[in-house]
């Protein structure tokens, strides 16, 4: 089994630095020698000669080549590992296109990679290792939780695994390259290398190592004539990693806060940075502010920025699944608390405490017919209805409590396979109905609530104005049917329908002429 033999020693001894030689057998085409074929044939073409005296001199003097040839077997002496170890040399040694040129036989990858990073850890544990950046994600985030790692586990130059996973943590996995230490046994088995304790140092070193690599990358400027940084080019493919890393890599939480990246109400669809954003903070501003949704455009809309954009707040814009799990980790970022406009207890401090609070005293009793009749007509719906300054323009919005969940996370738990029904229904509990006080239908709304209570209209007007507030606020319309009802008479309303009974149908008359007709061309029939 030659071809297997030189597969293994290709795959676990290629940089291995004695050479490594296969004695293989390959096949060569070989020339025949046809002089004794020649010799035989001599006399029967001397007796034919006289009888083609007529044939042209032209004819005569071509020459026909008739030499065969054969496929003979052929043994030799070949190398096999012929590949260098770069990883091995200094760094100021290898030159760029080195670096590209490994980077492509390592992978298998057609396409270059301009971001690595070439080291050797020294101290408790000795290795050398290089670490790329692959240039596109692929198909990484199709099955992200069952992908193969990419880092290739070396001990004095012999392959020990292809796809260690205990070198680097899962949301590094985006990363390439190749780790070769001398202080790990060599027979052993996985399973036993999988416990040691040098593995457990040297996978610190490497995640270490990646984000210092992250970091610089993140400094880098814009290349000549192109607008976007190279780590912004990483962020739009690997984003999602650094933010799964902020879920489940505590201890490295706030270097990676440090590259995260997002658009935001005052960017024109630029990247940004958490320390821009602080860098812009108004001098009375302590919080960092964000909106989640499902698109940039939903998020832009949003009634939730207009107290915001009144007070001229930058806000972080998050249309990933992943993002408000990435800000309920994080909690805060370099002594600023990250805060969600569409969660009630906003404040963004810029006013009196003492104003506020005495205004919205005042609101609350004035608007307290109103609140007390919507609480007990959306039973099962909301969990409160108050009064609140938290928008500008619109008539009402619903927001969640501070550990409640999101329109936005509501979403994505009833998009998921297995999501529960009745969880789902539970979140309604945590729903706070806020009215605008200075908003004209809330004052009209309040001054029904105290007139005609019972009036269907009323009651029309007030889902109405419910249905409104849970749609912009982007959660979901379940009760279609009813929705559908409540539309549909206000259209009467305002139509002034006195009745939504049906009309009588139109009757139909069939006129006499086309029976004398068809008649008439019967009796043809039968005289035929």
């Known amino acids: 089994q030659q071809q297997r033999l030189e597969e293994l020693i290709h795959k676990y001894s290629e940089f291995i630095t004695f050479p490594i030689y296969l004695y293989k057998k390959s096949e060569e085409v070989v020339e025949v020698d046809e002089e004794g074929d020649e010799e035989e044939t001599a006399d029967e073409e001397d007796e034919t000669a006289d009888s083609e005296t007529d044939v042209e001199v032209e004819e005569e003097e071509e020459e026909i080549d008739t030499k065969r040839t ?9 190398r096999i590992n012929s590949n260098v170890a770069i990883w091995a040399r200094e760094k100021e040694e290898v030159t760029d296109d080195e670096y590209k040129a490994f980077y492509k036989s390592l992978t298998k990858d057609s396409a270059e990679t301009d971001t690595w990073i070439h080291f050797k850890a020294e101290g408790e544990v000795e290795f050398k290792s290089i670490l790329f950046i692959p240039p596109a994600a692929g ?35 985006f990363l390439r390259g190749v ?33 210092e690599m992250l970091r610089k990358l993140s400094t880098e400027p814009a290349k000549e004539g192109e607008d976007e940084t190279p780590y912004i080019k990483f962020w739009k493919e690997f984003g999602k990693s650094i933010k799964m890393g902020i879920i489940e890599d505590s201890s490295n939480r706030s270097k990676l806060a440090k590259l995260l990246r997002y658009t935001s109400s005052k960017s024109d669809g630029k990247f940004i940075s958490l320390d821009e954003y602080i860098s812009n903070l108004a001098s009375w501003q302590s919080d960092i502010y964000f909106l989640a949704g499902e698109s940039m455009e939903s998020i832009s809309k949003s009634p939730f920025l207009e107290g915001a954009k009144k007070k001229n707040i930058e806000v972080l814009y998050l249309d990933e699944p992943i993002d408000e799990y990435t800000m309920q980790h994080l909690g805060e970022y370099d002594g600023h608390k990250l805060q969600s406009l569409s969660k009630e207890g906003l404040k963004f401090g810029d006013e009196d405490e003492d104003v506020l609070k005495e205004r919205a005293k005042i609101y609350k009793e004035n608007f307290r017919p109103l609140t007390k009749y919507l609480k007990e007509l959306f039973t099962g719906k909301v969990g409160k209805v108050s009064v609140s300054q938290r928008v500008d323009t619109t008539p009402a919005v619903i927001v969640t409590g501070a550990y409640g969940n999101t329109a936005n996370m509501e979403r994505i738990m009833r998009a998921q396979t297995f999501a529960n029904p009745e969880a789902v229904k539970q979140m309604t509990a945590s729903r706070t109905l806020e009215l605008n006080p200075r908003h004209p239908i809330i004052i009209e709304l309040n001054a029904l609530a105290q007139s005609a209570p019972e009036e269907e209209s009323t009651k029309d007007l007030a889902w109405l104005m419910y249905d409104t507030a849970l749609l912009s606020s982007g959660f979901a319309q379940t009760e279609t049917e009813l929705f559908a009802q409540r539309m549909y008479r206000t259209i009467a309303s305002s139509l002034k329908v006195q009745s939504m009974e049906l009309a009588d149908e139109i009757e139909v008359e069939i006129e006499e ?10 009796d043809d029939k039968k005289k035929k």
């Open 179 to 211: 780790v070769d230490s001398d202080d790990l046994p060599l027979n052993v088995s996985r399973e036993t290398l999988q416990q040691h304790k040098i593995l457990k140092v040297m996978s610190k070193k490497l995640v270490r190592k990646a984000l």
């Open 139 to 173: 198909n990484l985030y199709d099955d992200y939780n069952n992908r193969v790692a990419g880092i290739r586990l070396y001990v004095r130059k012999v392959l020990i695994q292809d796809d260690f996973e205990d070198l680097l943590p899962r949301y590094l996995n």
């Open 513 to 522: 002429e086309e029976d004398d007709e068809e008649e008439g061309e019967d």
């Open 70 to 78: 054969e496929k003979v077997d052929v043994w030799d002496w070949t």
